[in-house]
């Protein structure tokens, strides 16, 4: 197999090639360090705060597609055959300002100034996309920004103002999309990348085959996909990673397919990617979606990769649990499918041999008679870990409750289903009291923790109002207010 060990990529309007690139080298520390290019901030390292935002443009099914996303937790390695914008590079006619630049100016949407070219590079990966976007489309854009100044008023009213400035027609993207695209084409050469000094390895697969047969080879190796978790192990814990196999760039677990009842969804698909399958085909997750960290996490992590860490308060697990989500485990050439509830073990474990990576997750679409739903609490209601998850699908026929899938994260070690809450259900009438018993029963299900996100009295009382929500909202009723013990 033909192999490199550089790392190509463009950098604003310039091609790079960089040898011994190590695994943990970040975007971030290269930007500012190797290029001197500082508008780029570090503010968190931990893709919290969103100053450190640069647009990422990638070959996706030949079409390029730029996204925002967290230059401090991006390895370097990862960005072969992509594209980096900086705010460097923005400019508009004759030298002027942007436009996203000019309407932060004119609305008063900087202060100190210190996260606003995050903000700018938010807003104009926004701009591209929506040139007249709505105020709540532009919330969505910067959930993944900090500002402690200005508040966010003014930045919103920028927002929405952008093009009063310019077009996304006449923009420097746009206007060199097309040479872009055949520069990235050009550095597509179906290598095997193999980078990095010896104890900084850092490894790029040339396929799924390939990515297979190194981590069957290395099972030691650790396992990087949209790097949201693995990139703060780098930057806050100084955890070694090398060897690293980065798997972000395989198309091939980009698939998504329609298969009858179900959709087939690649390990290595964002949620940004999946986004619009929810809306379609799952819409009661369509809002839950939205509160999964900020826009530019959603662009970076992988929904394999949010299972595979096997942590209890995933975003995606519990309500993939509750739909009887199914996941395809691989090593080499050998494939296993099982349901996703019992690839979680205990804290930390998974059914997950040497070797064996996620490959793939198997979900059921709804059926006739199924009532679904999915919570998230957390404290800050966008961009936050949370406190308590939950997924919900209740089978009701001819009135009676015929089956139940109740799945939390957070409530214990790992996120699993509620059993006695769904006994308690199964067999009785659709009414406000068999869910009072479920609630009652779910005590039974979990001893939750006290952390510095809740408390365990609260978890406790949280899920069982959740499942109190859930009736009155199917029965399209405003939920109670129910005060936490």
């Known amino acids: 197999m033909h192999s490199r060990n550089e ?68 390895f370097l390695a990862t960005l072969d055959g992509c594209h980096v914008v900086t705010v460097e590079h923005l400019r508009g006619p004759d030298g002027a300002l942007h436009p996203v630049q000019q309407a932060m100016v004119e609305f008063h949407g900087s202060q100190c100034g210190f996260c606003t070219p995050g903000f700018v590079m938010s807003l104009y990966a926004l701009w591209m996309e929506r040139p007249e976007p709505t105020a709540g489309e ?94 703060l192990w780098v930057t806050k814990f100084l955890k070694p990673i090398s060897p690293a196999i980065f798997i972000g760039h395989l198309e091939g677990l980009k698939r998504i397919d329609r298969d009858g009842d179900s959709l087939r969804i690649g390990a ?6 999946l986004g619009p399958v929810i809306a379609e085909h799952v819409p009661h997750l369509a809002d839950y979606w939205s509160r999964i960290a900020g826009w530019q996490v959603r662009n970076m992590g992988t929904i394999g990769g949010n299972i595979a860490n096997g942590s209890p308060i995933g975003d995606t697990p519990p309500v993939l649990i509750a739909m009887g989500a199914e996941v395809v485990l691989r090593r080499g050439a050998e494939r296993r499918v099982l349901p996703l509830e019992t690839f979680f073990i205990d804290y ?54 015929s089956d139940a899938r109740l799945a939390f994260g957070g409530m214990a070690a790992t996120p699993r289903r509620a059993v006695a809450a769904e006994a308690a259900l199964v067999g009785q009438a659709w009414h406000e009291t068999a869910f009072e018993a479920a609630a ?18 609260y978890r406790a009382a949280a899920a069982a109002n959740l499942l109190r929500r859930f009736f009155h909202e199917q029965e399209g009723q405003a939920p109670v207010r129910l005060a936490v013990a």
């Open 138 to 231: 532009v919330e969505t854009a910067i959930q993944g920004n900090l500002c402690r100044c200005t508040g966010y008023a003014p930045i919103i009213r920028a927002a929405v103002a952008v093009s009063r400035y310019g077009t996304p027609t006449a923009d420097l993207l746009t206007r060199e999309r097309a040479a872009v695209t055949e520069a990235l084409t050009a550095l597509r050469d179906g290598a095997r990348v193999e980078t990095g000094p010896a104890d900084n390895r850092a490894i790029l697969p040339a396929d799924v085959d390939d990515f297979a047969e190194l981590y069957a080879a290395y099972p030691q190796a650790t396992v990087v996909a949209g790097a949201t978790d693995v990139g």
């Open 7 to 74: 790392i190509r990529f463009l950098l604003n309007g310039a091609p790079v090639a960089l040898p011994d690139v190590s695994a943990a080298q970040t975007l971030l520390d290269f930007l500012r360090l190797n290029r001197r290019l500082t508008g780029t901030k570090e503010g968190c390292a931990e893709g919290d705060c969103g100053a450190c935002t640069v647009l990422v443009g990638r070959l996706a099914g030949g079409v390029l597609r730029y996204e925002a996303v967290n230059a401090c937790i991006r």
């Open 268 to 273: 290595g698909v964002s949620y940004s990617e």
């Open 440 to 457: 009652v029963a779910l005590a039974g299900d979990f001893t939750p923790l006290t952390d510095w996100r809740a408390s365990a009295e």
């Open 348 to 401: 930390g474990k998974q059914d997950r041999a040497p070797g064996e990576f996620v490959e793939e997750i198997r979900l059921p679409l709804s059926q006739a008679g199924e009532r679904h739903a999915a919570y998230k609490i957390s404290k800050r209601r966008d961009e936050d870990i949370s406190s308590v998850a939950a997924g919900f699908r209740v089978t009701v026929q001819d009135g009676i409750i």
